[in-house]
């Protein structure tokens, strides 16, 4: 089994009130494909510029990660800045350079192209779109997005929403997307678009999972400390479809509902240190741990 | 066993998306004693004025609250006016009139100084103090407050909230009380004040209960529409001690989290109806199968 994922790698210049790092790693390819890593095997389809850290591309492989369909180009790599004040949940991105990402066309190798488990992170939908015609076999298409996209490119992405499974999304992006501020009512409206199931990440206040017939309400781990957010999305979409990947399960509603704890596991752990740091010595049994942590957590 | 209530019995005059209602039921007291009123006796001090309605009074009584607590004094009873706009987590209060509260003095009648559940709602700090001493033999202690309170009276707050076991608060009072925006440290700092317990109500995220050695979260139930926030509140702390006074357990963890499952059922069902509507067709059945209906919400 395998999980594809189209995503960025990147640097990140980061500030938070815990400090400021400069031109770390970063991506949405990067975090997803790492969080599923304990779960599956993780494909990446992305670009990355001559300046980007042969170390980083070891340390990917490292973790069994396939980066057949990681292309290197002359330029510079995707860059974004971005500062988090007191409250995590809230961002501003100070600048964002897509340098070889400009006018990339995701392609994938001949051997994913028959891979059954794809994540779409939040690139261009109309790139998303493109994506979907290669993908010959899906049991299981997620897409992600932005902020950016929902107010630049709404058609294309609504066009994309209806030919996907799952749709991850934050609450903000939820209620921009269907213009309805009540979450449950908004995640309704998009299953009607068309998904099975939607994930609602409420940062702090953990996720809502809903499928046509149900509704699953994951609290977040109780994080004293969020050093740096970013990632958090990513990764939990990356612990969510690495599970549902090596269950080789879809649509059963409780390995959705586990999916969805393992993706909040992991997002959990990785705001607890800058970039990917927390992957260096993140182990399954401490993912194992915080699982049945989350079970004590809510139970009554 | 018997829930004492020290609260308010008012008017109110609320406005929310889904139409306006003039000079209706409302007040602390009302809606925790109702809420309680399902698993315990309630027992209401507070004073109303001439005008409250005896259809109310007789409400009350049919609910078996006993109301040898209140008085009926000369005057208009409290009033208070608020808006809600889409956010049904925010409100603005439009006017807030005392009337009969202005120089009301609680006072316990003597059967009820010997109860051991006891409530203080949002009122004065300094009656909050005065009414503790005369409490003989107190097995839980519970307190709510509001911004007012804690921004004018800070220090008289503080000094009740090492007297009581059990703080409720939603997030906001928490983060302003403690000025700490992370909300599980900031439960932790309320906890090193005194309390055994600390509730803080999240709106449509639920709620997180700290105690010496545990964290619990509840998600709120997935409602779609919010008719009238007012009062929720005071019907998760009436659910919640109404619960726990009729188990005659105070402590055990396991009926801490029972509780706050309760207290949420019954701010779930309140939001459905205007003011006090929903509890005149409320019935224990309802409330146990939404109970049940939780335990799927969070079950993986």
């Not at 790492?34 to 599956?40: E, P, V």
């Not at 030919?163 to 409206?189: M, S």
């Given at each position: 089994m395998s999980?594809?994922?189209?995503?960025?790698?990147?640097?990140?210049?980061?500030?938070?009130?815990?400090?400021?790092?400069?031109?770390?790693?970063?991506g949405s390819g990067t975090y997803c494909s790492l969080a599923a890593s304990f779960f599956t095997q993780s494909k990446i389809v992305g670009v990355v510029g001559e300046d980007f850290p042969d170390e980083t591309i070891e340390f990917l492989k490292g973790k069994k990660i396939d980066l057949k369909g990681l292309e290197v180009r002359p330029g510079k790599s995707f860059f974004w800045e971005g500062h988090y004040g007191e409250d995590p949940n809230k961002r501003t991105t100070?600048?964002?350079?897509?340098?070889?990402?400009?006018?990339?066309?995701?392609?994938?190798p001949p051997d994913y192209k028959k891979d059954e488990?794809?994540?779409?992170?939040?690139?261009?939908?109309?790139?998303?779109?493109?994506?979907?015609?290669?993908?010959?076999?899906?049991?299981?298409?997620?897409?992600?997005?932005?902020?950016?996209w929902i107010n630049q490119k709404r058609d294309s992405l609504l066009k994309v929403l209806e030919k996907v499974d799952?749709?991850?999304a934050n609450d903000e992006e939820v209620r921009l997307l269907?213009?309805?501020k009540n979450l449950i009512k908004a995640g309704k409206k998009i299953l009607d678009r068309g998904p099975s199931f939607v994930v609602i990440k409420k940062g702090e206040h953990g996720a809502l999972v809903l499928g046509k017939d149900f509704v699953f309400g994951v609290p977040a781990h109780?994080?004293?400390?969020?050093?740096?957010?970013?990632?958090?999305?990513?990764?939990?979409?990356?612990?969510?479809?690495?599970?549902?990947d090596k269950m080789n399960s879809?649509?059963?509603?409780?390995?959705?509902?586990?999916?969805?704890?393992?993706?909040?596991?992991?997002?959990?752990?990785?705001?607890?240190?800058?970039?990917?740091?927390?992957?260096?010595?993140?182990?399954?049994?401490e993912i194992q741990d915080r699982f049945d942590q989350f079970r004590k957590l809510v139970s009554f």
């Amino acid at each position: 089994m395998s999980l594809v994922i189209i995503g960025s790698l990147a640097f990140d210049t980061i500030e938070t009130p815990f400090g400021r790092k400069e031109r770390i790693i970063g991506g949405s390819g990067t975090y997803c494909s790492l969080a599923a890593s304990f779960f599956t095997q993780s494909k990446i389809v992305g670009v990355v510029g001559e300046d980007f850290p042969d170390e980083t591309i070891e340390f990917l492989k490292g973790k069994k990660i396939d980066l057949k369909g990681l292309e290197v180009r002359p330029g510079k790599s995707f860059f974004w800045e971005g500062h988090y004040g007191e409250d995590p949940n809230k961002r501003t991105t100070i600048k964002t350079e897509p340098n070889v990402y400009e006018d990339f066309r995701p392609q994938l190798p001949p051997d994913y192209k028959k891979d059954e488990t794809v994540f779409l992170a939040n690139i261009d939908p109309d790139q998303q779109d493109e994506i979907l015609t290669q993908v010959l076999q899906p049991r299981l298409i997620a897409m992600d997005t932005i902020n950016l996209w929902i107010n630049q490119k709404r058609d294309s992405l609504l066009k994309v929403l209806e030919k996907v499974d799952l749709y991850f999304a934050n609450d903000e992006e939820v209620r921009l997307l269907i213009g309805e501020k009540n979450l449950i009512k908004a995640g309704k409206k998009i299953l009607d678009r068309g998904p099975s199931f939607v994930v609602i990440k409420k940062g702090e206040h953990g996720a809502l999972v809903l499928g046509k017939d149900f509704v699953f309400g994951v609290p977040a781990h109780p994080c004293e400390e969020v050093i740096d957010p970013t990632g958090a999305g990513d990764s939990f979409a990356g612990g969510f479809l690495g599970y549902l990947d090596k269950m080789n399960s879809f649509d059963d509603q409780s390995e959705i509902r586990r999916a969805a704890v393992y993706g909040s596991v992991l997002a959990s752990f990785v705001i607890e240190d800058f970039g990917i740091n927390r992957f260096n010595t993140l182990t399954m049994k401490e993912i194992q741990d915080r699982f049945d942590q989350f079970r004590k957590l809510v139970s009554f």
